[in-house]
């Protein structure tokens, strides 16, 4: 069965560094999203993308994240200066395209530790 | 601004019914999902209501009052690995974004 896959499956970094982490989505999906989850809270939503451009963000999205799908198959969130509080899992996710009965799969995460 | 409401915690013995209830507010309102999630893991997809009533799949049914805001999820003959946490999620906005409620972990105890 097909799935969404992310790298790496965890990032340690000094604040105040970049990090770049990839995810593949399902081959024939159009439309992925960024999510994160601060341990122990709920998952909160970052940004989706369809298009080659960003269709919605959040309040979270400022200015240092950015996102990009610079091929066929990647799909990558940036964090430009890494803070202590960006610590978290992030997850993509991807859909097939808009309906009602299309749901969003979510890959395993990447664990992103800044210290 | 949306937000949604759920039990932090369920504790069910095996082979019992539990219901997870879930209140919203929101704009935009597309549908309400449901999610599992075990430790560390992802959140993986589990029912969709876009209408009112009651969606049955398997062991899990998922049902959606909009008028009244509200909707539940049902685990019949639970089992040890259903032990998750469990989050409802509304779909709004043109990309369907998903926002999440707080969670609900639930403990299936022998």
């Known amino acids: 069965e097909p799935e969404v896959t992310q790298t790496p499956s965890h990032q340690v970094t000094q604040m105040g560094q970049e990090v770049i982490l990839r995810c593949v989505p399902i081959?024939?999906?159009?439309?992925f999203y960024w999510y994160r989850q601060i341990l122990g809270q709920k998952v909160e939503f970052l940004v989706s993308f369809y298009n080659n451009e960003i269709s919605e963000k959040s309040e979270i999205f400022d200015d240092q994240f950015s996102v990009e799908r610079p091929d066929g198959s990647n799909f990558t969130l940036k964090i430009r200066s890494t803070k202590l509080e960006d610590s978290a899992m992030y997850f993509c996710a991807s859909r097939q395209r808009l309906g009602e009965l299309d749901e969003q799969f979510f890959g395993p995460g990447t664990r992103l530790t800044v210290l | 601004g949306q937000s949604l409401e759920q039990p932090s915690e369920v504790t069910a013995v095996e082979g019992a019914i539990v219901q997870i209830n879930c209140t919203y507010q929101?704009?935009?309102?597309?549908?309400l999902s449901w999610y599992q999630q075990h430790d560390g893991g992802a959140p993986t997809f589990l029912s969709y209501?876009?209408?009112?009533g009651l969606e049955e799949t398997g062991r899990f049914s998922s049902f959606l009052s909009r008028s009244d805001s509200y909707g539940y999820l049902l685990l019949q003959e639970l089992q040890m690995k259903d032990s998750a946490s469990y989050f409802c999620a509304v779909r709004t906005g043109g990309g369907n974004k998903l926002t999440f409620g707080t969670g609900t972990q639930l403990k299936v105890e022998l």
């Open positions: 209501n876009a209408l009112d």
């Open positions: 081959s024939n999906h159009l439309y």
């Open positions: 929101t704009s935009g309102f597309y549908g």
